[in-house]
């Protein structure tokens, strides 16, 4: 009997491009792996999609559906950024590679356009002038951003590790920081020691960098005055 074809839909099409994000990083991405993922041709994937950048396109733009959509605007400017950062650390954490897509995408698809607006909504009643609010909006941006990359890759990095050798080698750093001089290591070393490096990547360490942006924006406005 002959197999019959998948059905596919743009929908069906978005899914299978999470499922597969799921398993490796963005650069393994291929439009040839996620023909095969959905039984299809490659070819069948441009009937619905122009580019793997259009692709990725969409699912920016899924995101930013999500962040909108959850995100409740209460309380005065600082609690509203603070709030929508919040939800979209959230909302990025629950998909992979999903804070690099927003990275390699423009701002050209309706939801991602709201998440922008939305944004600089929040910003309209901070004390600053309007071409600040737009360069605050961005520098937030990129910190949410790079802060979810970066805590996904030190994950990749440790998983590499325990899948090499069994175990995180601490001994080894240990070893090496004993070998170092004060001037060189001394306070990487007590840093180290004390966990403080644990820090990295916890909801703690996410909190205090946007109140260190909240403050810098309130400094600006006092220098100005």
Avoid at 78 to 87: A, E, F, I, P, W
Avoid at 91 to 98: A, E, I, K
Avoid at 116 to 127: A, G, Q, V
Avoid at 175 to 191: C, K, P, Q, V, Y
Wanted: proline share 4%.
């Amino acid at each position: 009997m002959k197999k019959q074809p998948l059905q596919i839909s743009e929908d069906k099409i978005l899914e299978a491009s999470w499922a597969l994000l799921e398993e490796g990083t963005i650069e393994k991405f291929s439009m040839r792996k996620l023909a095969d993922r959905l039984g299809i041709q490659a070819p069948s994937l441009y009937w619905y999609f122009k580019s793997k950048q259009d692709l990725y396109q969409r699912l920016a733009n899924q995101i930013s559906k999500m962040i909108v959509d959850e995100f409740r605007a209460e309380g005065d400017w600082k609690k509203q950024l603070t709030d929508l950062t919040v939800t979209m650390r959230d909302v990025l954490g629950r998909y992979p590679c999903s804070a690099q897509l927003m990275m390699i995408t423009l701002p050209h698809e309706p939801d991602t356009i709201r998440f922008t607006n939305r944004l600089l909504l929040c910003f309209e009643s901070s004390p600053l002038e309007p071409e600040q609010k737009f360069q605050a909006t961005l520098t937030l941006t990129n910190y949410v951003l790079h802060f979810v990359m970066d805590k996904e890759q030190h994950q990749r990095n440790i998983e590499a590790v325990l899948e090499e050798r069994g175990e995180v080698p601490y001994g080894e750093m240990n070893t090496l920081l004993d070998t170092m001089s004060e001037e060189d290591a001394g306070l990487f070393r007590r840093l180290f020691r004390n966990g403080i490096f644990e820090l990295m990547g916890s909801d703690e360490a996410f909190d205090f960098g946007i109140k260190l942006i909240l403050l810098g924006i309130e400094h600006i406005k006092e220098n100005q005055r």
